[in-house]
């Protein structure tokens, strides 16, 4: 393998040193020498895999192991697989099992690759790691410095990764009396339900194709890291966590928000919890968190309040705009049920339009019916509480699902939705792959196999390339890089 290595290395040198002297000559700049090097390096690296692969074949066609159990049925079999730097061609031995008469390549189960795996899981993460934050397009695009995939199989990726790892386990849990959620939904424009054209529309001739997705932020605290004197605020939200899916029905609300009361349970010490505040607009399936969460109590969120009141004031004029609109939010401050319901009659007085009535009425009921929510911010400090559903909503899903002119799938939404949560959680794609290849391999390993493996490794202590290499390589013979000093003396 070390001459291979050689004579890649020799050849590079040769284009360097031609690199170097045009720089001096000003013929060209550092910029393609750095190009030059880089283009270098990435052969040297996908050639080195080549050579290791394909080294790991022959160890396997002289394993004892393996005479024992297959016998060899094709040699040289073609194998490409994309990687990080690049497209990797290399061949190997295919076996038939001599119990089962199964069809397989070693080297690949070795290696870990899956039968019609196309893609190494280090270019699998970066291309799901751009994807996540731009567009199909651009991720398939961060495949590797030289190749890349097509959106068609950035979207295959996206759907078959399976968005989970199980939570970590904590020595300490956490202490707190209080915990804070926010929950709301990005509304996503789909493309189709089952298959494309089967989108309805409704009564005024518009489209019914909107999947919600849904997002709850669990946190502790939050702090004002401009420092609180400061007139240009910058708040934080102290130990967050975020969960979220497009979830239809009741059991799938459920199990959303059951997902949350492990991860509480496995985070916090639950003794010492007192409670758990929900903030939102006071949709069915945010109050399932209620039925699902211990000691939680829900609080109607500040900004759907002044969604309601705007719209409940927006046609008045605008002398009586600001009085009116006052009034409101003395008596919803206030818990002033009785108050409240005495402004919108006078609201309701001087409105003449039916649909503006509508839209008063509809405000009054949505306060009414959320009341409690409302009242628990008079009485539990602890309900005010400087965050925004809209905003983590908008931060998390709406910036990649709706706040471009896009249509998605249910399961292209949803599985966005989750990449996005893991992604803003600190998770790292290329941990949530190999996580799952793990599990995979679990799942098929055999004893054969782990002695076949066991066997390889002892034969892996004979390779000595190390050694081989630092006598041949040149420019690693000698510290100094003598050949580059020489290279510029003659050009000066």
């Not at 999947?211 to 934080?236: F, M, T």
């Not at 109050?287 to 705007?310: A, P, Q, R």
């Not at 009054?364 to 911010?377: K, T």
Request: aromatic share 8%; proline share 1%.
């Amino acid at each position: 393998m070390y001459k291979s290595i050689l004579q890649i290395f020799e050849k590079g040198i040769i284009k360097i040193e031609k690199k170097v002297g045009e720089i001096l000559t000003g013929e060209t700049d550092i910029d393609d020498l750095s190009a030059e090097i880089k283009n270098w390096a990435l052969e040297i690296g996908r050639n080195l895999q080549v050579e290791i692969y394909e080294m790991l074949d022959e160890e396997i066609r002289d394993s004892i192991c393996r005479k024992k159990n297959w016998n060899i049925e094709r040699r040289n079999e073609p194998k490409e697989i994309l990687d990080v730097m690049g497209m990797v061609r290399f061949k190997r031995t295919g076996y038939k099992d001599k119990r089962t008469g199964e069809y397989i390549y070693l080297l690949d189960q070795v290696l870990g690759i899956e039968g019609h795996q196309r893609i190494t899981l280090g270019a699998a993460a970066e291309v799901l790691e751009e994807t996540v934050m731009s567009s199909y397009s651009r991720g398939g695009k961060h495949a590797s410095p030289t190749d890349a995939i097509s959106k068609q199989a950035v979207k295959k990726l996206v759907h078959k990764t399976e968005v989970k790892i199980p939570l970590q386990k904590v020595e300490t849990k956490k202490k707190v009396k209080y915990l804070h959620i926010v929950a709301d939904e990005d509304h996503v424009a789909a493309q189709f339900w089952d298959k494309k054209g089967d989108l309805k529309t409704n009564e005024n001739g518009q489209k019914i194709n909107t999947i919600q997705a849904k997002l709850i932020c669990v946190y502790e605290d939050v702090i004002n890291e401009a420092g609180e004197k400061s007139k240009s605020p910058r708040y934080k939200l102290i130990g967050k966590r975020y969960f979220n899916g497009v979830c239809t029905g009741r059991s799938a609300n459920e199990r959303l928000w059951e997902e949350v009361a492990e991860y509480i349970e496995a985070t916090y010490d639950t003794d010492v919890l007192e409670r758990i505040y929900i903030a939102g607009d006071g949709a069915a399936w945010i109050k399932i968190g209620l039925e699902v969460l211990e000691h939680s109590v829900f609080v109607l969120d500040k900004y759907h309040m002044m969604t309601y009141v705007n719209k409940s004031t927006a046609h008045l004029l605008d002398s009586a705009y600001d009085d009116i609109k006052g009034q409101i939010w003395e008596a919803l401050n206030k818990s002033d049920k009785k108050g409240l319901k005495q402004i919108y009659g006078k609201i309701l007085e001087v409105t003449d339009s039916e649909s503006k009535k509508e839209d008063v009425v509809g405000a009054l009921n949505y306060f009414l019916n959320n009341w409690a929510g409302i009242n628990i911010r008079v009485l539990d400090a602890g309900a005010r509480w400087k965050c925004c559903a809209e905003g983590q909503v908008s931060h998390v899903l709406s910036d990649r699902l709706s706040s471009r002119p896009m249509g998605w799938s249910i399961l292209g939404c949803n599985q966005m939705a989750k990449f996005r949560a893991y992604k803003w959680n600190g998770g790292k794609i290329i941990d949530l792959l190999k996580y799952q290849k793990e599990r995979k391999l679990k799942e098929k390993r055999i004893k054969e196999q782990e002695e076949f493996i066991k066997e390889l490794r002892k034969r892996k202590n004979s390779w000595d390339y190390a050694e081989k290499l630092n006598v041949d390589i040149p420019g690693l013979e000698q510290r100094s890089m003598k050949w580059l000093k020489d290279l510029i003396r003659q050009a000066i």
